[in-house]
């Protein structure tokens, strides 16, 4: 254990997550906190109904400069990059030839030549390797720039009001999947109208030695230690949170065995773009129809599931458990999977394989979560 | 540090036992809840099924994890803790009390000598934490 643990990379805030308690756990490579001492229950809940802050430093980041930028990442990434202004982002996914998928990502437009691209943690040397040997050469560099930023995600209904005391940035005016570059407690920082979570809330990219300075400040001005305050939260409320958004996690809901169109991604599927890897299987997927589908369930009886089990119907096995997990906020017990297309229904009945035990399920709507826009 | 209270004995599946004559009553302990987080979901047998020692005998869920629990020793139960089906929440705030799970009549008292002591208990999970 100690001996591993000494090779674990670090998140520039590694040291506060253990003065503040978290338990750490080895997350693909990384040290990260699964949670803190308040747990992930009320770290899920305080992001749903206050605010929530989370170390997600561990993602990489990749720039692509020059005349070629957007053509470039247009060629091998699945949406249509042309369509983004200065200051605009949008959710994006590396494809294989086959339609499937070598990462999700973030494309953020800072000029017409310069796109920033950040993608998993785990999967950020996959992703430079895969990126640079599509890259020909011409107009484009590119630079892997993943230990040159922290970034530290405020979420939740009191992410504007707490990040506000923070900047000059008017933040009411960053429309969502939009961002600005400005200063945040006198620190350089890119703040992005984004997040992981299906509540409001920001993204903030800044030196990697002011993260610490950032993190604390967030944590003061949102009054953490208060009933009301702010929570650190951990990977664990992370991950329930993205859940009950049904937002996709890489290696669970999306792989190199499964195509945007099986994930139900085909709105970041942009075939009139102009050709990109997997164009053409996609479009063929498109024509013939998908044989599978991504779908939410909800557990109709006593039970939990969880990423790995059989969803059985008639006795037959016909799908697998993506991701299965209580929903904290919902107060059910919820998870996606991937069943034949014809059993792909709202209400449609399933049962899932608990450790031998069949337990009921049902096919919902997702996502399971929809916070209320009062803008 | 976590609460290891003398008069019980412990398993190294983190299961603890306490005795009323020939009756075991069983539960996890403190680090073990403590290990697992907020307690959603518990699972338990039925009166009346029988086990050997070390069989799993019930899971005990969190939101990010599934424990399987062990039998400390061998015997039937007798009565299973019903109120954790709607309060498992009480597994973390009185994990040797309200968060009891199962008591089983034993048939061989005599395996509870086997199973260690709170300070052994205390030593195991201080190696295990290392």
Same mark, same amino acid.
């Given at each position: 254990m100690t001996a591993t643990a000494l090779e674990l990379k670090k998140t520039p805030l590694n040291s506060v997550h253990r003065e503040l308690g978290g338990r750490m756990v080895d997350f693909g490579g990384w040290d990260m906190?699964?949670?803190?001492?308040?747990?992930?229950? /009320? %770290?899920? +809940?305080?992001?749903?109904?206050?605010?929530?802050?989370? $170390?997600?430093?561990?993602?990489?980041?990749?720039?692509?400069?020059?005349?070629?930028?957007?053509?470039?990442?247009?060629?091998?990434?699945?949406?249509?990059?042309?369509?983004?202004?200065? &200051?605009?982002?949008?959710?994006?996914?590396?494809?294989?030839?086959?339609?499937?998928?070598?990462? $999700?990502?973030?494309?953020?437009?800072?000029? *017409?030549?310069?796109?920033?691209?950040?993608?998993?943690? &785990?999967?950020? /040397?996959?992703? #430079?390797? #895969?990126?640079?040997?599509?890259?020909?050469? /011409?107009?484009?560099?590119?630079?892997?720039?993943?230990?040159?930023?922290?970034?530290?995600?405020?979420?939740?209904?009191? *992410? +504007? *009001?707490?990040?506000?005391?923070?900047?000059?940035?008017?933040?009411?005016?960053?429309?969502?999947?939009?961002?600005?570059?400005?200063?945040?407690? &006198?620190?350089?920082?890119?703040?992005?109208?984004?997040?992981?979570? &299906? %509540? $409001?809330?920001?993204?903030?990219?800044?030196?990697?030695?002011?993260? /610490?300075?950032?993190?604390?400040?967030?944590?003061?001005?949102?009054?953490?230690?208060?009933?009301?305050?702010?929570?650190?939260?951990?990977?664990?409320?992370?991950?329930? +949170?993205?859940?009950?958004?049904?937002?996709?996690?890489?290696?669970?809901?999306? $792989?190199? *065995?499964?195509?945007?169109?099986e994930a139900n991604l085909g709105w970041i599927c942009k075939f009139n773009k102009g050709d990109f890897v997997g164009r053409e299987a996609l479009v063929k997927q498109k024509e013939e129809g998908v044989r599978r589908r991504l779908i939410g369930f909800e557990i109709t009886e006593r039970g939990i599931a969880r990423d790995g089990q059989d969803v059985i119907v008639n006795g037959e096995k016909v799908g697998t458990v993506t991701s299965g997990s209580p929903a904290p906020y919902l107060k059910k017990n919820i998870g996606m999977a991937y069943v034949p297309v014809e059993l792909a229904v709202e209400g449609q009945a399933i049962q899932i394989d608990v450790r031998g035990r069949l337990v009921g399920a049902q096919i919902v709507k997702t996502p399971f979560y929809k916070r209320e826009r009062n803008s | 540090m976590a609460n290891v209270p003398e008069n019980l004995h412990y398993s190294k599946d983190h299961e603890w036992v306490r005795t009323e004559g020939d009756i075991a009553v069983i539960g996890i302990t403190d680090y073990a809840q403590n290990s697992l987080g907020d307690v959603v979901y518990v699972e338990l047998p039925k009166a009346g099924e029988a086990f050997s020692a070390n069989e799993s005998f019930g899971s005990v869920e969190s939101v990010k994890a599934v424990s399987e629990m062990f039998? =400390?020793?061998? !015997?039937?139960?007798?009565?299973?803790?019903?109120?954790? @089906?709607?309060? =498992?929440?009480?597994? @973390?705030?009185? =994990?040797? !009390?309200?968060?009891?799970?199962?008591?089983?009549?034993?048939?061989n008292s005599g395996e509870v000598d086997s199973l260690l002591t709170a300070a052994e208990y205390e030593d195991f999970t201080k190696a295990e934490s290392e």
């Open positions: 906190p699964v949670q803190y001492p308040a747990g992930t229950v /009320e %770290e899920h +809940l305080r992001t749903r109904t206050r605010a929530g802050l989370f $170390d997600v430093s561990h993602m990489g980041e990749i720039e692509v400069l020059g005349a070629g930028a957007i053509p470039f990442v247009n060629s091998i990434t699945s949406n249509d990059a042309s369509k983004l202004v200065d &200051g605009q982002a949008h959710y994006s996914a590396l494809t294989t030839p086959e339609g499937t998928v070598i990462d $999700d990502l973030l494309v953020y437009r800072i000029a *017409a030549d310069h796109l920033l691209l950040v993608v998993n943690a &785990g999967t950020t /040397e996959k992703d #430079w390797e #895969w990126i640079s040997s599509h890259h020909e050469g /011409e107009d484009v560099t590119l630079r892997n720039v993943s230990s040159e930023y922290c970034q530290i995600a405020l979420q939740g209904p009191d *992410a +504007l *009001a707490i990040l506000q005391q923070m900047t000059d940035l008017s933040l009411a005016d960053i429309k969502y999947y939009h961002f600005s570059q400005g200063s945040v407690d &006198g620190v350089p920082a890119i703040v992005s109208r984004t997040g992981y979570t &299906g %509540e $409001d809330g920001f993204e903030v990219y800044a030196a990697p030695d002011k993260a /610490e300075q950032l993190w604390n400040k967030m944590l003061e001005v949102g009054k953490y230690g208060t009933t009301e305050g702010v929570l650190p939260c951990g990977l664990a409320a992370r991950n329930t +949170l993205r859940l009950e958004a049904a937002m996709a996690l890489y290696g669970h809901e999306i $792989d190199e *065995a499964t195509t945007l169109l | 039998t =400390p020793v061998s !015997g039937n139960v007798v009565e299973v803790n019903e109120s954790l @089906n709607d309060e =498992p929440e009480k597994v @973390n705030g009185d =994990p040797y !009390g309200e968060g009891w799970m199962v008591k089983l009549k034993m048939s």
